[in-house]
């Protein structure tokens, strides 16, 4: 199986930076796509942020062009985000995802999640 585990996110003021950090693990050959999404409470999760193996393919919700940059260590399957620039609206728990995994055995189409870290900004 595969697990993701997040790590970075915590209280930060208006205007500041944070880096998120997703490391995906288990038997793992490729993943196709890794991404970040948040959600809020009474709202739909969303996507912030995703990427295609090899960076061909990188979308952004549009709240956060400019201001946000996804990369990945394609070695360490793992998958970052640098926010920049944050406000308040940003707040959120932030979930890591990664579609499209294969093992030497198995390929998942269906997406693995992780447990989500929050990132609170302060105004």
């Known amino acids: 199986q595969v697990q993701l585990v997040e790590s970075g996110g915590g209280l930060v003021e208006a205007g500041g930076s944070l880096k998120l950090s997703c490391a995906a693990s288990?038997?793992?050959?490729?993943?196709?796509?890794m991404g970040w999404y948040r959600q809020t409470p009474g709202k739909q999760r969303e996507l912030v942020a995703l990427?295609?193996?090899?960076?061909?393919?990188?979308n952004y919700v549009d709240s956060v062009k400019g201001r946000f940059t996804i990369s990945r260590d394609y070695a360490k399957n793992t998958v970052y985000l640098q926010m920049d620039s944050l406000k308040s609206e940003d707040t959120a728990v932030y979930y890591c995802?990664?579609?499209?995994?294969?093992?030497?055995?198995?390929?998942?189409?269906?997406?693995?999640w992780g447990k989500g870290t929050l990132v609170t900004v302060s105004s």
């Open positions: 995802a990664s579609v499209g995994v294969s093992t030497p055995t198995e390929f998942y189409g269906q997406p693995f």
């Open positions: 288990g038997t793992i050959v490729s993943i196709n796509a």
């Open positions: 990427m295609s193996r090899g960076g061909s393919s990188t």
